[in-house]
T-cell receptor, first 114, second 115 residues
Framework: DGGITQSPKYLFRKEGQNVTLSCEQNLNHDAMYWYRQDPGQGLRLIYYSQIVNDFQKGDIAEGYSVSREKKESFPLTVTSAQKNPTAFYLC?????????????FGPGTRLTVL | GENVEQHPSTLSVQEGDSAVIKCTYSDSASNYFPWYKQELGKRPQLIIDIRSNVGEKKDQRIAVTLNKTAKHFSLHITETQPEDSAVYFCAPKHGGTRGSYIPTFGRGTSLIVHP
């Protein structure tokens, strides 16, 4: 299961705290993504980055922030402004080479707000 | 943006039966049509994909068919087995040579295969 990793696997947060989820890939992919998964909701895009030092908001970016200082890393911060952060978070990456680019997913981080 | 719908949301079959999941999309420029499988507690993984210049693709017990005119594509699983039990997502995308266009995921179909 190498290629793209996420840590931690489980994360508990108290209300009012910011937390940062890690995502690292060694696939040499330019594009990276963060998704939130809730039961029955599918995968909803939070942020994505197609190149180092550039990122764009997805459909549900409010209350989240990201950075892309290195090609291999795309950390996600869940801020206290996110009203309902308890969810399963998936990071993904894809190549920008060619037209048809599947997404490779990390194992996910399950965040619970206490 | 792309509007994607999957049907059914839940599908329950007996082992050995066939299963069909349908995905409809709105962006006529979409030209890449993958299906991902997510087993309980695990990450989604690509199981099969099809490009817009092909109408059907098979890989052992799974197949994908595409109807670009009607803007839908379907996942077919024959001779289902308990290990096929998972959530399946479609994610149509407009692929481009200049970069990685963003896929839109369907809400998922939970397939349950009863032994």
């Amino acid at each position: 299961d190498g290629g793209i990793t996420q840590s931690p696997k489980y994360l508990f947060r108290k209300e009012g705290q910011n937390v940062t989820l890690s995502c690292e890939q060694n696939l040499n992919h330019d594009a990276m993504y963060w998704y939130r998964q809730d039961p029955g909701q599918g995968l909803r895009l939070i942020y994505y980055s197609q190149i180092v030092n550039d990122f764009q908001k997805g459909d549900i970016a409010e209350g989240y922030s990201v950075s892309r200082e290195k090609k291999e890393s795309f950390p996600l911060t869940v801020t206290s402004a996110q009203k309902n952060p308890t969810a399963f978070y998936l990071c993904a990456s894809s190549s920008r080479q060619g037209e048809y680019n599947e997404q490779f997913f990390g194992p996910g981080t399950r965040l619970t707000v206490l | 943006g792309e509007n994607v719908e999957q049907h059914p949301s839940t599908l329950s079959v007996q082992e050995g039966d066939s299963a069909v999941i349908k995905c409809t999309y709105s962006d006529s420029a979409s030209n890449y049509f993958p299906w991902y499988k997510q087993e309980l507690g695990k990450r989604p993984q690509l199981i099969i994909d099809i490009r817009s210049n092909v109408g059907e693709k098979k890989d052992q017990r799974i197949a994908v068919t595409l109807n670009k005119t009607a803007k839908h594509f379907s996942l077919h699983i024959t001779e289902t087995q308990p290990e096929d039990s998972a959530v399946y997502f479609c994610a149509p995308k407009h692929g481009g040579t200049r970069g990685s266009y963003i896929p839109t995921f369907g809400r998922g179909t939970s397939l349950i295969v009863h032994p």
